[in-house]
């Protein structure tokens, strides 16, 4: 099964992002999985715009950036200019999630909408032919180092059911718990995109912890 690995630098070493981001670009790592928080829609703070700048000017490797935010399309332009190649926005921070959805879209990047544990996924329903991504928030997001949920592999199994039957392209992401226990088994769920903080992070050898995430 061939997955996409996407490391999330909530978990890294803020003092040595630099250093942090090479080790990404020489790992089998896909994706860059970068958190912003904003303590509204969520209870902590994490990075803004300037720090996916700065990660930019590194990165070989796309940058998947995961808004934890209310009001997400007044920031969704500034991520892009920022080197974004896929934006999520909360169903749970957007009444207008249709509107949100086509500006990301309309700057050429890929839209994705992620799932708090608690939203059903029936809210996908009249947006699912036009996103390229669903985050399933497999933890209540604003924290890294959570523990992993149980009920998201039901979840996925559902999702993966919506996403065959619309025919929609979307990619199922799994944010929050990851590890080579719950791996194998999301994927035969039917996810395609691991995202991994601690997991990767603490380990001592992030690369090889990356190389077994891809290996499954
Ligand atoms: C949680 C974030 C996750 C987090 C994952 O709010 O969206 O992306 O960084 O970290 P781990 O893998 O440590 O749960
Ligand atoms: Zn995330």
Redesign the pocket.
């Known amino acids: 099964m061939k997955s996409i690995v996407a490391p999330?630098i909530?978990?890294s070493d803020f003092a040595n992002l630099q250093r942090e981001i090479t080790m990404i670009n020489e790992s089998e790592a896909d994706w860059i999985?970068i958190?912003i928080?904003d303590g509204v829609f969520?209870p902590n703070l994490s990075m803004g715009v300037p720090v996916v700048e700065a990660v930019k000017r590194h990165a070989k490797k796309p940058m998947d950036v995961?808004l934890?935010i209310v009001n997400p399309e007044r920031y969704v332009e500034a991520f892009h200019k920022a080197g974004a190649s896929t934006i999520s926005v909360h169903v749970e921070a957007c009444p207008h999630l249709h509107r949100n959805v086509q500006q990301i879209r309309q700057l050429g990047i890929q839209a994705g909408v992620a799932l708090n544990p608690h939203t059903r996924i029936d809210a996908l329903e009249n947006v699912i032919a036009e996103i390229d991504l669903v985050c399933v928030?497999s933890?209540n997001?604003?924290?890294?180092?959570?523990k992993f949920i149980e009920q998201t592999y039901q979840k996925v199994r559902d999702l993966k059911k919506l996403i065959t039957t619309t025919g929609s392209k979307a990619l199922i992401e799994i944010?929050?718990?990851?590890n080579l226990d719950n791996a194998k088994p999301l994927l035969e769920a039917g996810a395609d995109v691991l995202?991994?903080?601690?997991?990767v992070f603490s380990s001592v050898d992030p690369k090889g912890v990356i190389r077994k995430l891809k290996a499954i």
């Open positions: 999330s909530l978990a999985h958190d928080m969520v995961h934890m928030m933890v997001p604003g924290f890294g180092g959570q944010d929050g718990g990851v995202v991994a903080g601690n997991f």
